[in-house]
């Protein structure tokens, strides 16, 4: 160029000069407007900004693979958002209480999500600061302080809004991701569990009632309209006569059926007070064994009693006891029916520092998935000649002893447990 320039190729030198000067700017944006692209898309994934236009003019194999990457975040992305919606819809349509924290090892709790429920318990606004929160809410944040943020199932007394203290059901979980702590706790009225299975309860009791009372009185009813037919025959014939007879028969049938029904109703409602005394458990069940030993004999059912102590005592009605372990030895009889052979009843008694357990377990057909919440009700049986009274007299003669009778059961080994308080 130096050479051009000064053997008077000065056009020539400058014309040249301007090529080159042409050819740095092409070739300077010719890799800059690309590697613009490609910051303004790793921008847009640092910040989880979705909402850029790719420029799809660039065929570059890494800004193509670039461009796949930014569209295959942006869908993640979205459906992440959708996933969060759904979570967030079902969480605040439950009817417990659910309030998560988070934090990482060295910060401070953060309110990760509160339901609407749990403020709606503590009728307070939907924080998503823990200060605010505990500022707001002190006597629970001192709970969870008091417990040190650790797993716990329990029952907790709050006062809202200076009224009368209410019992919650408190339980609380922690987990511990790569990056988080969280720490979950759950809060259900106590009160409105109680109600609402209180509720379901008279509802299953009802209809048990009246499809009983429906399925007495509709024939009865029918009876009574086809004898007024006779009533209005100057003389019966003999075999009007003998079905007259016959119809009087069914409705005292049935008029006996109704009085046995409340009968049996009446025994569940009006429990006797347990006449309690020192009474041993072992003995006790020994000697209903041996009562019904002939049955179990005709029947071709081997009974075993386990037990690891010759005596347990506890504070109880002998003659009401007595009268739920027959119960549940006549229900395992019934159970026993299906089978050809290999009958077998285990009676397993076990002790804890506080309590003392009579399990009664048969090889049976077992309880249905289908009626297993239903068989405490008063009146559901699934025998012929059932009353349908015995489970749920056997529940409250042990809910009268400050104890619970309870059931597991699936083909081949259901067992109903007695608890008892030990002396």
């Not at 000065?10 to 080159?20: D, E, K, P, R, S």
């Not at 009664?360 to 025998?383: A, H, Q, Y």
Request: glycine share 4%.
């Amino acid at each position: 160029m130096v050479f051009l320039l000064n053997h008077d190729f000065l056009f020539t030198g400058f014309f040249g000069l301007v090529i080159i000067l042409v050819s740095v700017i092409e070739f300077y944006y010719f890799f800059k407007n690309p590697f613009r692209e490609i910051q303004k898309v790793l921008s847009a994934l640092v910040h989880d900004d979705y909402s850029l236009k790719v420029n799809t003019n660039q065929h570059s194999a890494l800004f193509s693979d670039l461009e796949k990457l930014y569209c295959k975040q942006k869908n993640q992305y979205f459906d992440q958002q959708s996933v969060k919606l759904i979570y967030d819809n079902l969480l605040n349509s439950i009817s417990s209480g659910i309030l998560i924290l988070r934090k990482t090892e060295s910060e401070d709790w953060e309110i990760f999500l509160m339901n609407r429920t749990f403020a709606d318990i503590f009728q307070i606004p939907v924080y998503s600061s823990w200060n605010n929160l505990q500022r707001n809410l002190t006597e629970f944040t001192d709970k969870l302080k008091s417990i040190n943020f650790e797993e716990v199932n329990e029952t907790l007394e709050i006062s809202i809004d200076n009224s009368e203290n209410q019992t919650y059901s408190l339980k609380t979980s922690a987990i511990k991701t790569y990056t988080y702590q969280y720490y979950t706790a759950t809060l259900d009225s106590v009160q409105t569990i109680i109600e609402k299975k209180e509720k379901q309860a008279w509802h299953d009791l009802m209809q048990v009632i009246s499809h009983e009372m429906m399925n007495t009185l509709t024939p009865i009813n029918s009876l009574i309209n086809s004898m007024e037919y006779y009533t209005d025959q100057p003389q019966l014939s003999e075999e009007d006569s003998e079905d007259f007879k016959e119809s009087l028969k069914t409705i005292q049938k049935k008029t006996v059926h109704i009085l046995e029904f409340v009968e049996n109703y009446r025994k569940i409602s009006q429990l006797p007070q347990p006449k309690k005394k020192n009474t041993d458990l072992v003995k006790l069940v020994g000697t209903c064994v041996e009562m019904m030993h002939s049955v179990f004999e005709e029947k071709g059912i081997l009974v075993g009693i386990i037990s690891d102590y010759e005596e347990l005592n506890s504070l109880i009605d002998p003659v009401l006891i007595e009268r739920v372990i027959i119960n549940l030895l006549t229900n395992s009889i019934y159970s026993l029916e299906s089978r050809e052979n290999d009958r077998q009843i285990k009676i397993k008694i076990q002790k804890t520092s506080e309590r003392i357990f009579v399990g009664i377990w048969d090889n049976g057909s077992g309880i249905e998935k289908e009626i297993r919440d239903k068989v405490f009700i008063p009146f559901f049986t699934t025998r012929t000649n059932g009353a349908g009274i015995g489970l749920s007299l056997s529940k409250n003669i042990m809910e009268a002893h400050d104890g619970n009778l309870t059931f597991k059961s699936k083909p081949g080994d259901t067992g109903f447990l007695m608890s008892f308080h030990t002396l």
